[in-house]
């Protein structure tokens, strides 16, 4: 008998440390689900204006990400701080940059995604 008062609380106390072990597994599981897919948005958004772009000799690309981002995501998904676009000779780059919404409130956890692409060039024959 002396040894079951021993053991006494040991199921609280392993409660009290085994849950917070829990709960900080299930948000970081959502959380890195979060920023896994606002970095697939920003990626979607890079390609579709590297895509507008190369068709339009290099131009335009900025502005068609936006409006991917603006026709896809109600501002939820990631928050968007810059689309940046540049081009070369022969290629085009834009970058879509931002944050991802967060759990924690506070906490910014960066985004950045590129897409490159040849500008295609119409030549007669």
Known sequence: MTRRR?????A????????PA???LIFGIVHAGLWFHARNVALSAAREGTRAASMDD????AARAAEFLTATT???VMRVGDIHE?????????????SSTTLIPGWRVDVSQSA????RRWTAP
Do not use: M, N, Q
């Open 12 to 19: 609280t106390l392993e409660t009290v440390v085994l849950w």
């Open 116 to 119: 490159t692409a040849p500008i």
């Open 22 to 24: 829990v709960f900080l």
């Open 58 to 61: 290099g131009s335009g690309g």
């Open 86 to 98: 540049t081009t070369d000779a022969g290629t085009v780059t834009v970058t879509v940059t931002g």
């Open 74 to 76: 109600d501002g939820t």
């Open 6 to 10: 021993c053991e006494r609380g040991s």
